[in-house]
């Protein structure tokens, strides 16, 4: 049984260009995520967090921000994250910040590889982002022709 944490205080951005940017081969009706809905999930491997893609696809992450667990995520420290996606290819990573700033992993995507994290579907990958300033961050995960995205609030 897991415990459920809510985020508040990330906004959506309102520049609708950065999305764009960020993954120009959205479906129709896709949401983009807010900090304020995303959900923690403390699992026994840690605080879990589930994306946003389309049809029947996932995107899970598994975060390792050290105390305090669960975020919000510390400004300028590398954060390992787990990642599972369904779909098929390699794995490609982004991040956007409030003002519409790109960044990419310090390291990986790294896999696919195993682990005794297998309570969803999809292979798995290790990455690490150090998240420059505050506020709402979104992790933009491209596999294949699929594209999914989770909110993490940073301060």
Not at 12 to 35: E, K, M, N, Q
Not at 43 to 63: K, R
Not at 72 to 88: A, E, H, N, Q
């Amino acid at each position: 049984m897991g415990v459920s944490l809510a985020l508040s205080g990330c906004a959506d951005r309102p520049d609708s260009t950065v999305a764009a940017r960020a993954s120009p081969a959205l479906t129709p009706g896709y949401t983009r995520p807010s900090c304020a809905n995303t959900r923690f999930v403390l699992s026994q491997a840690g605080p879990e967090v589930q994306g946003i893609a389309p049809g029947q696809n996932q995107l899970w992450g598994l975060v390792f921000s050290g105390p305090p667990d669960p975020p919000p995520l510390p400004v300028g420290v590398s954060v390992k994250i787990v990642w599972r996606m369904t779909g098929t290819g390699a794995l490609s990573l982004s991040a956007y910040g409030p003002s519409g700033r790109r960044i990419l992993p310090d390291f990986g995507p790294d896999g696919p590889r195993g682990s005794t994290w297998n309570t969803h579907p999809g292979e798995e990958w290790g990455s690490s982002f150090t998240f420059p300033s505050s506020g709402c961050w979104e992790v933009v995960a491209v596999r294949g022709g699929v594209v999914a995205r989770v909110g993490l609030a940073v301060a």
